[in-house]
């Protein structure tokens, strides 16, 4: 790895950032708060929020497994794919290199910050190809994007294949693990020691069931986290986003029985969908979707949609034609798709 002080852009590597008012006290039993010309009516939505989330840090470093220096919190993980850009990337002069097909956020925030993105395929069994990806890198190549299990194919990446790319690459690699509480395999998360170019990003949108609250997590060195904290707004996860989090985190039992519940939905719907006479073929996951090969995907796709049933059609997706990705919904859910593709053509 190169030194992240050449890694980083220089304009950030430079930033004094934005000082908010209750950076300059440090505690000691104040009790009258006059520094951050806030309302004093309306508590507790009157007082600015804790721009380092310290409290909500703490309790996910336990669950986690990752010191809270080590963790940074977003507008969801959006927040932290623009930021990786913002800190790294100098826009029409940096690169960047993703598999493909993979979750299209990246491209997104590539074309935003006027980044180019380099798209390498993953090989026909949706496996990684770590040649060809690091042949596509070059010295002006910042970011390597990895997202395992990856969206929309839904298996994870070879650990082997991706610490490839992380011993080999000079840059920052991200492994986007939205999905990896739906698998076994050890998480990267757990081997930041090793890779001080890793960040992982993990997500309260998927197992944790709040996409509704906006709330993402990118995990790597200190340093990293540093860099993302200073470029973020000060007050980027609101209170209310905060405290629903600290909610769930207290109450695991529930996030442990929608795993189990969704796994074993999972284990039905496969191989039900694989029987179906129009399906020709089914991608095992590692997550909580699948994809799904099937003859006329347009025409079923459409079909569904007429029977109140939203999938989501990839079939114009690189080497995803005539294919469906397919969440894991509730057992009534997944009942109400399998019944509408049984009788599709009856
Ligand atoms: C759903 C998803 C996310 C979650 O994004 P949020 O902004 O946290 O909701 C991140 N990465 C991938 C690959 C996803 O599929």
Known sequence: MLPLQELTRKNVRSLTPYSCARDDFKGRNAKVFLDANENPYNAP?????DPLQQELKAKLSVVKGVRPERIFLGNGSDEAIDLIYRVFCEPRIDNVVAIAPT??????AADINDV??????????????SDALLA??????????LCSPNNPTGNALEREAVERVLLSFHGIVVVDEAYSDFNDYRPFRADLDRFPNLIVLNTFSKLWASA???????????EIVGLLNKVKYPYNVNDLTTQAAIKL??????INLWRATLLKERSHLLPAIAELPICKAVYSSDANFFLARITGADFVYQYLVNNGIVVRNRSNVELCADCLRITIGTPEENNALLGALRRFGH
């Open 45 to 49: 939505y009157n007082r600015y929020p």
């Open 103 to 108: 979750y299209g956020m990246y491209r997104v």
């Open 116 to 129: 180019e993105y380099r798209a390498v395929p993953l090989h026909e069994d949706f496996s990684l190809d």
């Open 136 to 145: 596509a890198v070059d010295t002006r190549t910042k970011v390597v994007w």
């Open 212 to 222: 509704a609250i906006r709330l993402g997590m990118a995990f790597a060195s200190e």
């Open 249 to 254: 985190l207290a109450d695991l039992q529930h």
